[in-house]
């Protein structure tokens, strides 16, 4: 893909695709503009992404953790949610924090009835060839194999806000059962609409979507 939509306008009853190579004109639009996931300030984070020692969808790759030594960071009920998640794939899951007071008292009592450890004392996350060493406050270094963010996402639903298509409180698009938005012939599929963070979900939606468009574009053009 060479170009990308800067804005979405409507003009006489059909949708205005202002791009970087140029207008569009379009009877019926598909947003398929995803999210983003927030990430922590961690040191070539990018190349830590693509060896897999940062991840970000247990859902989708915890079973090529098991066994191995998993930290994961976030707020606290994020973080044991993610955590406790994980204890079925590997026996070694521990939350990462900087300060004692980043977990509540019941939310260390959940952690320890779910075996989950918390290493409350990391001062910094430093790459290493086999995944990251910890290093703590007090001195030491601590191995770990995996990372798990769990610090939510940015919804990129602009341009179906600007629009005026409705959207919930944390910006995903509001859809009907063919996936489409409250701005007639306007679609919104996958991440953007709220799903679960899969690629089938994706297709599936897809796949719907196009379906509602073939047959109104067929209606249409019989009229």
Known sequence: VQGSVERLDKEQGKFVLQTSLGPVNARFVILATGVVDRAPTIPNIK????????????????????????????????????????????????????????????????????????????????????????????????????????????????????IGAECDDEGYILVGNHLETTIPRLYAIGDVAKALNQIAVGFGHAALAATHIHNELRKRDRS
């Open 47 to 162: 190349t830590a992404i693509e060896r897999g020692s940062i991840r970000l969808c247990p859902v989708c790759d915890a079973y090529e953790v098991r066994g191995r030594r998993v930290g994961v960071i976030g707020p606290e009920e994020d973080a044991l949610r993610e955590s406790i998640f994980l204890k079925d794939f590997t026996p070694h899951v521990s939350i990462l924090c900087n300060f004692q007071s980043d977990i509540s008292t019941g939310g260390r009592r959940r952690a320890r009835q779910a075996g989950v450890e918390i290493w409350d004392a990391v001062d910094d996350v430093l790459p290493h060839p086999c995944g990251f060493e910890l290093s703590m406050v007090g001195g030491g270094l601590v191995p770990i194999d995996v990372i798990y963010p769990c610090m939510g996402c940015d919804v990129r639903s602009e341009l179906a806000l600007a």
